[in-house]
């Protein structure tokens, strides 16, 4: 069994004692891989950090980030998020982790992690060449198939929300609808639990799509939480098993408060 620790939208910034809505972010996303390991009682085989890396899109954000992944003997997928700078996020890690898009081995899954990262822009959108390169991943393909991406590919019910989820996602779904490799879809940007699927017109299976809570702060909840804390921060843990199946739990803790 291959375990994904998926944490969410640290929000970084280039001062390590730097708050974003009223948390340190560096220390929360610190408290939240302790807290996460002591739940698994084990390390991780791959962090996936699904974007909203740096809150002020800072080269200094990202170098915070790699102090903490080096630190951190676990690989690492990094996506961008609307918050975020691509280009200043791959100098600073790309030697460090996968950056999105990119196919990251999972044992005997793949994960296909995808930017859904539009500069400018709140909401995202996966451009033409990256749905082409999807496509011809999800072609080529011979192991189940897990994807992330920072913006919720679909409506989660929330007023807030939804007008800045991912624009025009209809070859997006179209795609992942289409190939059975695809097992399911996890996300960010929404900080919260949320979870939904999609029938794949083929039939069979339909497809599961997993919100991710923030290690720094929640947003109001759209569903309720399995866990009775929807105001915690939170990850979620994807075990991936040989055959193809896949378990997911949510993971809650207590903010980090200074001692």
Same mark, same amino acid.
Do not use: K
């Given at each position: ?14 001062d390590?004692?730097g ?20 739940q698994?009682q084990? *390390?991780?085989d791959l962090?996936l950090?699904?974007?909203? @890396?740096?809150?002020?899109e ?14 951190w ?8 998020g609307?918050h975020?700078?691509?280009? @200043? ?9 996968? =950056? ?12 296909l ?7 400018g ?14 496509? *011809?991943?999800?072609?080529a ?7 992330? @991406?920072?913006h919720?590919?679909?409506?989660i ?6 007008? =800045? ?7 997006? @779904?179209a ?38 809570p923030?290690?720094l ?24 098993e ?11 803790w ?6």
């Amino acid at each position: 069994m291959f375990c994904v620790l998926q944490l969410s939208d640290p929000h970084l910034l280039a001062d390590p004692h730097g708050r974003c809505r009223g948390r340190v972010a560096l220390e929360a996303l610190r408290h939240g891989w302790q807290q996460a390991c002591a739940q698994l009682q084990r *390390r991780p085989d791959l962090l996936l950090i699904s974007g909203d @890396l740096c809150q002020d899109e800072s080269l200094g954000g990202y170098v915070r980030l790699r102090e903490l992944l080096e630190q951190w003997p676990v690989p690492a997928a990094l996506l961008p998020g609307n918050h975020d700078h691509p280009a @200043l996020l791959r100098a600073a890690l790309g030697r460090t982790a996968w =950056i999105a898009p990119a196919l990251v081995p999972l044992g005997p899954w793949q994960l296909l992690v995808l930017s859904s990262h539009r500069p400018g822009a709140v909401a995202g959108w996966i451009d033409p060449p990256q749905l082409a390169w999807l496509e *011809r991943q999800l072609q080529a393909a011979t192991a189940p198939v897990l994807v992330a @991406l920072h913006h919720p590919p679909l409506p989660i019910g929330s007023a807030d929300l939804d007008g =800045i989820a991912l624009q025009q996602p209809e070859r997006l @779904l179209a795609l992942l609808l289409a190939h059975s490799a695809v097992r399911a879809v996890v996300f960010g940007h929404v900080h919260q639990h949320w979870q939904g699927q999609l029938a794949r017109p083929q039939g069979g299976e339909a497809l599961p799509l997993w919100a991710c809570p923030s290690t720094l702060a929640s947003f109001a909840a759209v569903q309720p939480c399995p866990l009775g804390q929807p105001h915690w921060p939170g990850g979620r843990v994807l075990e991936l098993e040989a055959g193809g199946g896949l378990r997911t739990r949510l993971l809650r803790w207590s903010p980090w408060e200074p001692a």
